[in-house]
């Protein structure tokens, strides 16, 4: 049996000013190209707030074997969350606390020394930020802050199992999960053109994650993982005006959630030269939704003519005693890709894009302290 207390006490200073900009469009005029600051303006301020989260728990697990190969796992989780507030803008002040018990069961049997399986279930929650929290009311007199906001929950149900092979030479693990979240904070835009908060959106989130090492001597290893998920808004309101074109994204794919996440690696570790290495990454991610309304994909092509993100990467190294010199090259094709692509839901509204970076190397020296006792 386990058991223990957490304390967590974290304050929070924020202040910010104006800041005025003069944009330098691109020839076609309609993007900026860069901006440029002209003026400072301290005396402006945009916000300026202190706040201080204090979180309490007490937590129990306890494992029980009831038959032999069999664990069971038995836990519980109780948080305090408490947030105090003050404005210096306006002189509001606000507190707001939270309680919730997560509960977690599981259950393990091994099979033999070499394969099992396993089931998990547990509650997880997520309290809503400060800042929403905190945000006046529109049409409240006196102002009234979202003390309405309730915590997201999550309940996870997770299986799975391992398997090693061929005198160990081949491991193989699979995990099955499905996620349900509740109570998520919806941003929802009104007839009135205001927005308000509620704890109301409903998410979906299952897949599959499975991982394969192949080691058929000394010299070779290969390896490869992935995951194929399914993100889906069950009950995601945008807005009740009625002349807005989206009211909700009920049943669609989260954005920036592909389906298929994996990555593969080929080790070579040649005998006939103890302490040196050599490998070679594949790492893919599938195309994405880049709005809520699933209209617009990323699906750029990668290495090997794949859409979405398909990138190889090198390394190499050779260790000595205590030191290892090593070289890395990233993205050895020199793809041109992004690491994340979103875009609004309006049809007007244009791509916003991160780059990753173009091939790039990296050297290094490494020296492992060791002692001994």
Same mark, same amino acid.
């Given at each position: 049996?386990i058991a223990?207390?957490s304390?967590?006490?974290s304050p929070? %200073?924020y202040?910010? !000013?104006?800041i005025?900009l003069?944009?330098?469009?691109?020839?076609?005029g309609?993007?900026?190209?860069?901006?440029?600051i002209?003026?400072?303006?301290p005396?402006?301020k945009i916000?300026d707030?202190?706040?201080d #989260?204090?979180?309490?728990a007490? @937590?129990l697990?306890?494992e029980?074997?009831p038959v032999?190969?069999?664990t069971v796992? #038995?836990? *519980?989780r109780y948080d305090?969350?408490?947030f105090?507030?003050?404005?210096?803008?306006?002189?509001s002040?606000?507190?707001?606390?939270y309680?919730?018990f997560t509960? &977690?069961v599981g259950a393990?049997?091994s099979? =033999?020394?070499n394969a $099992?399986i396993?089931?998990n279930?547990s509650q +997880?929650?997520?309290?809503p $930020?400060l800042?929403?929290?905190?945000? &006046?009311?529109?049409?409240?007199?006196p102002?009234?802050f979202y003390y309405?906001?309730t915590?997201a929950?999550?309940? =996870?149900y997770e299986a799975? +199992?391992?398997v090693s #092979?061929?005198?160990?030479? #081949?491991?193989?693990?699979?995990?099955?999960?499905?996620?349900k979240g509740?109570n998520?904070? /919806?941003?929802i835009?009104q007839?009135d053109?205001?927005?308000? !908060?509620?704890?109301?959106?409903r998410?979906?989130?299952?897949g599959?994650?499975y991982s394969v090492t192949?080691?058929p001597?000394?010299?070779?290893?290969?390896r490869?993982? +992935?995951?194929?998920a399914?993100h889906r808004?069950d009950?995601?309101?945008?807005? %009740?005006?009625?002349?807005?074109?989206v009211?909700?994204?009920?049943?669609?794919i989260?954005?920036s959630?592909?389906?298929?996440i994996?990555n593969?690696?080929?080790?070579?570790?040649?005998?006939?030269i103890g302490?040196f290495?050599? $490998?070679l990454?594949?790492?893919?991610m599938?195309?994405?939704?880049?709005?809520q309304? =699933? %209209?617009?994909?990323?699906?750029? &092509?990668?290495?090997f003519g794949?859409?979405?993100?398909?990138?190889l990467n090198?390394r190499?190294?050779?260790?000595?005693? $205590?030191?290892?010199?090593f070289m890395n090259?990233?993205?050895i094709t020199?793809? /041109? @890709?992004?690491?994340s692509?979103t875009? *609004?839901?309006?049809a007007t509204d244009?791509s916003? !894009? %991160?780059?990753?970076?173009?091939?790039?190397f990296?050297f290094?020296?490494?020296? =492992?302290?060791t *002692? &001994?006792?």
């Open positions: 049996m223990g207390v304390l967590d006490n929070n %200073t202040d910010s !000013y104006r005025d003069a944009a330098q469009l691109r020839s076609d309609k993007s900026v190209e860069k901006y440029s002209t003026q400072e303006r005396d402006i916000a707030y202190d706040a #989260l204090v979180n309490s007490v @937590y697990q306890a029980i074997k032999e190969n069999l796992t #038995l836990g *519980g305090n969350l408490s105090s507030y003050t404005n210096y803008l306006d002189a002040t606000g507190k707001k606390s309680e919730q509960p &977690k393990t049997y099979i =033999n020394s $099992g396993y089931a279930y +997880g929650f997520s309290p $930020g800042t929403s929290i905190f945000r &006046k009311k529109n049409n409240t007199d102002a009234e309405n906001l915590p929950k999550f309940t =996870n799975g +199992g391992w #092979l061929i005198k160990n030479h #081949l491991d193989a693990d699979i995990a099955l999960y499905h996620m509740a998520e904070l /919806l941003n835009r007839p053109n205001s927005t308000d !908060y509620q704890s109301a959106g998410t979906t989130h299952q599959i994650e192949y080691r001597n000394t010299q070779w290893t290969v490869f993982g +992935g995951t194929n399914a808004f009950e995601f309101v945008l807005s %009740t005006k009625s002349t807005d074109a009211q909700n994204v009920n049943d669609k989260m954005p959630a592909p389906s298929w994996a593969s690696e080929f080790i070579y570790k040649p005998e006939f302490g290495r050599i $490998g990454e594949w790492q893919r599938s195309s994405w939704y880049q709005n309304i =699933n %209209t617009v994909k990323y699906e750029d &092509k990668g290495v794949l859409k979405g993100i398909s990138v090198f190499t190294g050779y260790k000595w005693k $205590g030191v290892e010199v090259i990233m993205n020199n793809e /041109l @890709y992004a690491f692509a875009r *609004g839901n309006n244009r916003t !894009y %991160t780059s990753a970076p173009p091939r790039t990296v290094g020296v490494q020296y =492992n302290f *002692g &001994k006792s």
